[in-house]
């Protein structure tokens, strides 16, 4: 999957103040920093839970994935001003002063419909049930149009990976695309979600320490405390392994020592965000959705403070609606978890059958009370992970497009 950072408090607020309305400005038309639209997932075909080769599985190095958050029905929690904020310890910041926030936390009121579970476990906070998208690069508002007019959540693409932000382990932070993405939302009162601390890809190069690991999730936590769900652990195996593995799972038990200590270090520093484990396949095949229970049964057992999982789905629009159904309750009721759709796309060239998978599979996730949120991964077309899954052509909409926009009550672009 592609490449994809948050700010705490300064006493120069009208200093910080400034800087984020500079940046909510130029956001749309910058890509601070630069980061390369890769993919990194293999699609098509079956896959079992020993390989790991199906849609959405890595290769070349830049997979991704992303998630939502759980809902409880009603607006989210408001979290306060969030003004400057001092870059994280243990690595100078090259991206300048962090943007300043607006008020923090209630983003994308936009209703989705149907029911809505429960708020998460821990210390997290819920946020409302969403239809959101990911950066386009690292631009956000595209062509013209206004992003936060049609999405009510987002995702950087690559902007928030370990990799993007530190080439090593031991060199400076560059958290300039994160900035302006983070302000964005803090500008526009939308929801946040970082993906990624923990993959097997797109990892500062060498052999990162247990330290040093937990000085990434520690800055980037310092810097966006208005994160609202976060994609802790990306394609836990057999998809993805850290080469750090052993330095950050010392001290912890069981074969998935290092997830669970990425969790408890993620709830120690992002104590309100929604906490989520990630990965593929997770839903469209029944061996691949049993491994990935008991990889979460095995980090609840030992400790690990996990909110929700996420399913990115890339393979799911070739399921039957029945199946989806069944997949998604399966998966619910084995983690005992909210369900965020991670990264959901329809790779097709056709209108007519991007609209009619749209039609079938969307008002399951709006309908089931399990799953709180849906990030769909991409809209722009010519600039999706998947060739045929763009949603708007320069700006003419697709059907699919228009339908999902009528049916959130939102506005049909360039609109």
Known sequence: MPQETPVSTSKFEFITLATCLCLATSVSLMACGSSTDDTGHASGGSSSAGTGATAGSSQ?????????????GG????????????PGAGGASTGGAPPAGGAGGSGGNVAMGGSSGSGPSGGAAAVPKFIGNITTGNSIDTGGMTYSKYWDQISPENAGKWGSVQSSATSAFNWSSLDSIYAYTETNNIIFKQHNFVWGSQQPSGSPTEAQVENWIKSFCMRYPHTKLIDVVNEPPPHTTPNYTAALGAGESGTYGWITKAFKLARQYCGSAILILNDYNNIEYGDQETHFIDIVTQIKAGGAPIDAVGAQAHGASSLSAATLQANIDKLASGTGLPVYITEYDVNQASDATQLSVFQAQIPIFRNTASVHGVTIWGWIAGRTWETNSGLVNGTTPRPAMSWLMQQLGRPVPPN
């Not at 070349?60 to 409880?72: E, L, N």
């Not at 607006?75 to 001092?86: C, E, F, I, M, N």
């Open 60 to 72: 070349g190095g830049t997979a991704q994935a992303q998630g939502g958050s759980p809902s409880t």
């Open 75 to 86: 607006s989210s929690p408001t979290g306060g001003t969030s003004a400057g904020g001092q």
